[in-house]
């Protein structure tokens, strides 16, 4: 393996008809087995951080509620608040469980 370097500037010599090569840029494969896990943990707080986020809403909507009822609001707008606020923290639920499977399964596949 020879090298050609332009003696006046330390750079590759391109004309020369040789091959040129970057030692440098030459990496030997290393497989990473930390990252896929590592990845997935990240993933996985963020997930959490983002369900809790949309679990407050419900909660919140549960204390709305609870004071609207101290205050004698209807009891159809009660009932249909209180759907709003299951309906929420279900699809919340749902999509949670949705997200770490996939990415469960994403990282399971890059091992």
Same mark, same amino acid.
């Given at each position: 393996? !020879? &090298?050609a370097v332009n003696t006046s500037s330390g750079a590759p010599a391109a004309s020369s008809g040789q091959a040129v @090569? &970057?030692?440098h840029a030459i990496k030997p494969y290393v497989y990473d087995c930390w990252k896929p896990p590592l990845r997935f943990v990240v993933e996985a707080i963020t997930g959490v951080f983002l369900f809790g986020v949309v679990a407050g809403a419900a909660v919140?909507? !549960?204390i709305y509620l609870h004071y609207l009822e101290r205050q004698g609001v209807d009891v159809f707008i009660a009932y249909g608040l209180q759907a709003a606020e299951y309906a929420l923290f279900v699809a919340? @639920?749902?999509l949670f469980a949705r997200f770490l499977w996939k990415s469960s399964l994403r990282t399971w596949q890059s091992l």
């Open positions: 393996m !020879s &090298y @090569l &970057y030692p919140g909507v !549960s919340d @639920l749902a």
